[in-house]
């Protein structure tokens, strides 16, 4: 980690910047598996299924009998973990919903909105070097909440030719059975333009690698929309004297082990619980599986040292997806929070709740865009249709308003639907 | 009108195809005037302006003495009905606001969420054969509830070199103070990039033509938030032998003076009805001052004959941005609208009344995108923070969920960072 002791403005400003995403114009490549998936459906995908994973996928719908095996792989433990994370998930994000609020904005004119569930949506899930089974949680129960009609996996398989079984009972244990054994830029193409076996969806949520992102955006160039942009994963953490360095270092490995891209980010106002949090980190290190994707990671990261006075600043300008904080002040912190994606406070409050199990979701803004993104949530999932209801009396209070207006705009077939009904009413 | 009576599913499928979008690849022009305005600040922007609008404008932002000017030049009249239709926006949007609700999903593990509004947003409200300072109410008004610290109009003069009065005189009655006299792409891309007078913004909202379209839509490439995709606005009529033709005719008009790709749909259970539609609308076409405009919508607009039982799925086919039910069966059709921006239930509900005064958002989603996006409301303006305590006990009834979560992830970090506080608590 570069330490950064009482850094001036500018330095400071250096330190928070993230690396440049990186930029490889995936266009081309994209369309042409656009095009060639919308013009050979299925068997375009298995083509490309084919060629980017030298996996033969016959049938690219996973089987009633792979859904009952998979079930049959996963320990009663793990079962019953997912059924808790499962419970807490449905619990914060049931609580999203909005009931109808009938608004008389004066009087015979009654206007409301009601939120209905986007009718099909897409979930990306990631195979990769870790099987992102919680992600099908995170995704899929707002989606059943906001009453979507018709939820769609796409996944990749392992090397074996099968999804892996976390993911497949996760998707059981929430109700979705329609899932297809695709990966990469092929997936968001089959999920965007529609093949003979899956469904064009309308919005198309999940994390994924350049390739996927690359795919994502090319969908929403096509009218589809998608669940955020996307970038590397990141946390900042905010310490001081109070903090106990040995959680600290464990959060911070946590984001760090990600991927080598991942961005950590330490702000303290106590310079020797940098060191202490320091020392722990190589101690925790040691006997860490991912190890060399942490240690790439913590390359790239800063630790800072600054006055309490400075840290609001901070932390609204990184604008981290995570943000955790262990002082002894974090509550004369959290009315000045304006740009975050999501808030873990104290020391009992681990990232990694959030990443799986307390109940708030784990899509999140990643690289700064929580200045005007917000994480996944049961508004995803939901569009809120406007309805109004005038009557008689309601157009007689608000039509000459209306006429006024649209005849200042110059809209005056505007104003004449309203003049025709006051006409008819003297 | 093109006019279908029962007409079988393809027939009926093909009617209500929209118009393909006008697909000319901006995105060399949009790129090149994003790259000049970086490099050349205003400089850049003011000689755009003077190259497409043919203006000498030496100070880019509204000055105070125009403001004052603007309120000057407006009628009384017109200044409250513009109050009213403020009250009325105002009224409709408030109520969109979430109170934070702490959710104890398990005991000791407490989430909550809270909406913060976009720090800087930018709103583009364009010029053109119409003034519309209606949308400068319509945005601006639900970003003050939401608390945006920094709101931004650019728009472009008009011929004289002036801001229309009516959109300077909404905009201060709101409180925007903040206004720069310039449109098209290189409006797009100072709010994007920022200059000496334009600060960059989060993101930006407002319509446009198929220039600002694209500017936006590269804008959102480069991590801006945009309010949403856009296309030519366009009404859906559902009539019935109850109808009144007169309200009708009215109706489809004002929403097919708006231009010459606007899109008008009348679905009828009764013929004799549309006839009479059709009739009416010669009559008043006639005096009409964008008659040109209208005749043109109607050219490429439909009118069909359907049995009841088909009309819901009419309408969620088509996906209105606008939709007016002026039936005796309207109640029955309300539960089962899924897909529609604005729904405009009775005789005496014109469209013109949310495009005005009604307190409903007039930004709605076109071109079939209500099938997967909401039109603006207070939602669009915020970011909504999620925030989660766990206290001792909380970690020790969640902690061997997200312990084993995550090691059937591989992420073994992830699983150490509750592992060592489980550890300290023993």
Redesign the interface.
């Known amino acids: 980690m570069k330490k950064l002791i009482y850094p001036n403005s500018a330095d400071l400003i250096e330190a928070l910047q993230r690396p440049e995403l990186n930029s490889i114009d995936l266009e081309s490549l994209v369309k042409e598996i656009f095009d060639t998936v919308k013009s050979k459906g299925d068997k375009g995908v298995r083509e490309y299924v084919q060629q980017f994973e030298q996996l033969d996928v016959t049938s690219l719908k996973v089987s009633r009998e792979e859904m009952q095996e998979a079930a049959q792989n996963i320990s009663e ?2 079962k ?3 059924e ?2 499962a ?2 998930i449905q ?2 994000h049931e ?2 919903k909005e009931t109808v ?1 009938k ?1 008389e ?2 009087p015979g ?1 009654t ?1 409301w ?1 009601k939120s ?1 569930g ?2 099909k949506v897409g979930l990306y899930i990631p195979g990769g ?6 992600t099908v949680l995170m995704l899929g129960i707002p989606a059943n909440i906001a009453g979507c009609k018709r939820l769609v996996i796409c996944t990749p398989c392992g090397k074996d030719g099968k999804v892996h079984s ?1 993911i497949l009972f996760a998707a059981q244990f929430i109700g979705i059975t329609e899932i297809y054994k695709v990966g990469g830029i092929q997936a968001i193409a089959a999920l965007s333009v529609g093949t003979e076996s899956i469904p064009k969806v ?2 198309i949520f999940g994390p994924g690698n350049q390739y996927v992102t690359a795919a994502k ?1 090319y969908a ?2 096509l ?3 998608i669940d955020m ?1 996307a970038g590397p994963s990141e946390v900042m953490v905010i310490a001081d004297k109070t903090s ?1 360095s ?2 600290i270092a ?2 911070l ?2 984001q ?3 991927g080598a891209d991942s961005q950590v980010v330490l702000v303290s106002t106590d310079k020797e619980m940098v060191e202490q949090i320091e020392s722990e980190i190589k101690v ?1 290190l040691e006997v ?3 190890k060399e994707f ?1 240690t790439k990671s913590l390359e790239n990261s800063s630790a800072i040292v600054v006055q309490q006075a400075e840290i609001l600043s901070i932390i609204n300008e990184y604008a981290p997806e995570h943000l955790i904080l262990q002082t002894d002040f974090n509550m004369e912190l ?1 009315d000045g ?25 784990h899509t999140l ?1 990643t ?9 996944v ?1 049961l ?1 995803s999932f ?11 009396e ?2 007689q209070n ?1 039509g ?3 006429e ?3 005849e ?14 006051l006409n ?1 009413i003297k």
Do not use: W
Not at 383 to 391: A, G, N
């Open positions: 433990e793990l019953k973990a997912i808790t994370a419970k807490n619990t914060f609580a999203q609020q608004i904005t004066m004119v206007c909105r209905v986007i009718e070097t870790a099987p992102l089974f919680s976390a309308y919005k955006q929403q160039k009218g589809l929309a942009p106990n040995v959680f464990a959060d490995l946590s760090a082990e990600h925790q860490l599986p991912r942490a959290l929070i304006i740009n975050a994606g999501s808030v873990f406070i104290g020391a009992y409050t681990p990232e990694s709740a959030g990443d799986y199990a307390s109940g708030t979701n803004p690289n700064g865009y929580a200045k005007q993104y917000s994480g949530s508004d939901v569009k809120k249709i406007t309805f109004q209801e005038i009557t008689k309601g157009i608000l000459e308003t209306i006024l207006m649209a200042a705009e110059g809209l005056d077939a505007h104003k004449n639907a309203v003049t025709v009904r008819s």
